[in-house]
């Protein structure tokens, strides 16, 4: 069984800053990559940004310049640090894993329950 915990959503101002972080645990082998998504209402979930186990990052147009991933393989946790957050930035945030539970299966995706992120005055 595996568990994504996420923390850090909530309500901030226009131009504010939030973390988000995402912690893995149950049987985990091996993680690929972890990341966030998000969905707006009448959006589709979209990537915001994504880290693989090597350090390489991805992020949405969106968001660059802003946004920032970071992680911590030895405690398979993921952060996301956002600066000058704009009310487009309102979503719930889901965080995503993608990894191998044994080293005999292939890597598979698992998601968070999502956490609310509002930015507004």
């Known amino acids: 069984q595996v568990q994504l915990v996420e923390s850090g959503g909530g309500l901030v101002q226009p131009g504010g800053s939030l973390r988000l972080s995402c912690a893995a645990s149950?049987?985990?082998?091996?993680?690929?990559?972890m990341g966030w998504y998000r969905q707006a209402p009448g959006k589709e979930r979209e990537l915001v940004a994504a880290?693989?186990?090597?350090?390489?990052?991805n992020y949405a147009d969106s968001v660059k310049g802003r946004f920032t991933i970071s992680r911590d393989n030895a405690k398979n946790t993921v952060w996301m640090q956002g600066n000058s957050l704009k009310p487009d930035d309102t979503a719930v945030y889901y965080c995503?894993?993608?990894?191998?539970?044994?080293?005999?299966?292939?890597?598979?995706?698992?998601w968070g329950q999502g956490t609310q992120v509002t930015v507004s005055s």
């Open positions: 880290i693989t186990a090597g350090g390489s990052t």
């Open positions: 149950g049987n985990i082998f091996n993680i690929h990559a």
């Open positions: 995503n894993a993608q990894l191998r539970r044994y080293y005999y299966e292939p890597l598979n995706d698992y």
